[in-house]
């Protein structure tokens, strides 16, 4: 498996809290995504990150910050958490864009904000 | 945009029945295209993808999927199925030169009954 670890792996929260979660990978894989995993929508991705401090928006990315000053890690933020961001958010790594490159994913955090 | 359909959200199957399942992609362009598993409680593996050559691509554990471009789909088939095969699959799609940002599709959740 590939060097990816995300933390924490359970969070509970409350509705207006910030919230950062961390993927760090071992891999020097210069791509780094984020997606939240929902029921009946698979995986949506949130933002990407291309290099450090180069990131941009994803499909779902409104109320969702990032940050990347390290190749090695890849932070996630939810400034004022909402319910509608109870999810599954998995990190992902590739490290080229080439179709012949797989993206490998970590094992997951599981965010629930009451 | 892009989108990705599974059409059967959840399948039932006695071992060593076989299995197919769907997958379509909207792109009328060149695409690369991915079947992703989900164990219980597992982050998501790997299980082939297409992107170019071949339009038949062979996976891991004998699994195996069909890129028939002329219907926009990618099904995954496996001639007989193993109560270990039960989890959850991903169907995923990336426009090459686009950063490798997949499209998920909802997914399709698969129980074997021994």
């Known amino acids: 498996d590939a060097g990816i670890t995300q933390s924490p792996r359970h969070k509970v929260t409350e509705t207006g809290t910030p919230v950062t979660l961390r993927c760090h990978q071992t891999e020097n894989h210069r791509y780094m995504y984020w997606y939240r995993q929902d029921p009946g929508h698979g995986l949506r991705l949130i933002h990407y990150s291309y290099g450090v401090k180069d990131t941009d928006k994803g499909e779902v990315s409104d109320g969702y910050s990032v940050s990347r000053s390290k190749t090695e890690d890849f932070l996630l933020t939810l400034e004022s958490a909402t319910s509608s961001q109870t999810s599954v958010y998995f990190c992902a790594i590739s490290e080229s864009v080439e179709p012949t490159d797989t993206q490998y994913f970590g094992p997951g955090t599981r965010l629930t904000v009451l | 945009a892009q989108s990705v359909s599974q059409h059967n959200h959840h399948v039932i199957l006695s071992e060593a029945a076989s299995l197919e399942l769907g997958c379509n992609y909207s792109?009328?362009?060149?695409?690369?295209l991915f079947w992703y598993v989900q164990y219980p409680g597992q982050h998501l593996q790997l299980l082939l993808k297409y992107f170019s050559g071949d339009p038949l691509v062979k996976g891991i554990k004998g699994f195996e999927a069909e890129f028939i471009k002329s219907k926009f789909s990618f099904n995954l088939r496996k001639p007989s199925v193993q109560w270990s095969d039960t989890a959850e699959y991903f169907c995923?799609?990336?426009?090459?030169?686009?950063?490798?940002?997949?499209?998920f599709g909802a997914g399709t959740r698969l129980a074997v009954h021994p």
């Open positions: 995923a799609v990336n426009e090459p030169g686009g950063y490798n940002k997949l499209i």
């Open positions: 792109y009328g362009g060149t695409v690369n």
